[in-house]
């Protein structure tokens, strides 16, 4: 699993629409790089080390899983797109945007393309000020000052005006505050468990997930589906009820609202599948004696995926237990989920295919599936 780094991000701009240009670079890096997670003030500043128009100027704060390298390329091509002529100057001068990786984390990185930090922002209040915004405790690796001691020792005097308009952050586009409840569904493999991740870290939700990797039966159904069947679904039943009463109860005063990567329905649409009629008609009394008093979810979102797809991320995730899982069980899941769906009339429902998307690997493809879940 890659790790997520935090990087803080200095922006300016002194030519055409200044603010727009700041935005517009907001953006493309929300869309191409990570989840931003603060933004400063925008200040005007007078240019720096060279006679032209004034500086807007600000700061962000981003969360990817990029490595440095990555980011300082992603930038680069940022910049590019925004207009910006490179040229082989090494002194100052005026462009549309500039964006400069000042922290990576708390390391401390030097190569031929990159160095972290910063190795000026210590002497320039206009990244300093910004900075200071969001991240005035923040210690310096190398001269081991906060941001405000670095702010009020700086010898640049240089006078910044704070703009009376913010920086917009494009997360905002993705509305969830109309839910307390969110389930994420699908097959096996279909990745439910990643998306309720990459929501609950992205949008401040407790996150709910399913706890099968200790019921012991599970890998002894895949061996003999038809002597540990009942004994499975029952212990799943008990366990989700257990697990979502809980978990539902539990008010988090911190948190916008929950994302689970199950339904407890989903016990009944296994059971259909695994059970013998008999066992299931029982099981299915069972079910709903505890299903009238378990909380529904406001949305429920089924993550659709076809067979092949399903099995590629089954071999990739590598689970002993689950690599003999026939194509033929996985669509009778798949019918079960659709069937089951088709006849629901109190839940909300969103299906999406994601079939040819990659939202764990591909950032475009994880915005795009917010989209359908907000829209």
């Not at 935090?6 to 890096?29: C, E, M, T």
């Not at 609950?200 to 895949?222: G, V």
């Amino acid at each position: 699993m890659n790790s997520t780094h935090h990087i803080y991000i200095a922006l300016g701009s002194n030519q055409g629409d200044r603010l727009k240009h700041l935005q517009d670079a907001v953006d493309l890096i929300f869309s191409e790089i990570g989840k931003i997670n603060n933004i400063a003030k925008v200040y005007n500043t007078p240019a720096f080390g060279f006679e032209g128009d004034d500086f807007l100027n600000s700061c962000i704060l981003i969360e990817t899983d990029f490595s440095a390298e990555v980011v300082l390329q992603k930038l680069q091509d940022i910049e590019i797109k925004l207009g910006r002529k490179k040229t082989q100057s090494e002194t100052y001068e005026a462009r549309t945007i500039d964006l400069d990786i000042l922290f990576f984390n708390a390391e401390c990185i030097e190569s031929e393309l990159l160095v972290v930090p910063h190795p000026e922002l210590q002497n320039r209040q206009f990244v300093l000020q910004p900075l200071n915004d969001i991240a005035a405790k923040f210690v310096h690796p190398k001269l081991q000052k906060t941001i405000e001691e670095l702010s009020f020792e700086c010898d640049d005097k240089s006078d910044m005006e704070v703009i009376k308009m913010w920086l917009k952050n494009p997360s905002k586009q993705f509305d969830f505050s109309s839910y307390n409840y969110i389930a994420i569904e699908g097959n096996i493999g279909a990745g439910k468990t990643s998306l309720a991740h990459k929501i609950s870290s992205d949008f401040n939700a407790k996150l709910i997930l399913e706890r099968f990797a200790d019921n012991p039966f599970l890998p002894k159904f895949y061996e003999e589906p038809q002597r540990y069947a009942f004994t499975l679904e029952m212990s799943f039943l008990a366990d989700r009820y257990q697990q979502i009463s809980d978990d539902l109860s539990q008010l988090d005063l911190f948190k916008d609202f929950i994302v689970s990567d199950y339904d407890i329905y989903k016990s009944l649409i296994f059971s259909k599948i695994t059970l013998p009629e008999d066992e299931f008609k029982l099981y299915r009394k069972l079910f709903y004696l505890m299903y009238k008093d378990i909380a529904k979810p406001e949305l429920y979102v089924y993550l659709y995926q076809n067979t092949e797809r399903l099995q590629e991320n089954i071999k990739k995730r590598g689970r002993d237990y689950e690599q003999n899982i026939e194509d033929e069980y996985l669509e009778k899941i798949n019918s079960g989920y659709l069937d089951f769906l088709k006849n629901q009339s109190e839940l909300n429902v969103k299906i999406i295919d994601i079939s040819d998307k990659d939202f764990v690997n591909n950032r475009a493809d994880y915005l795009w599936l917010l989209g359908k879940i907000c829209g």
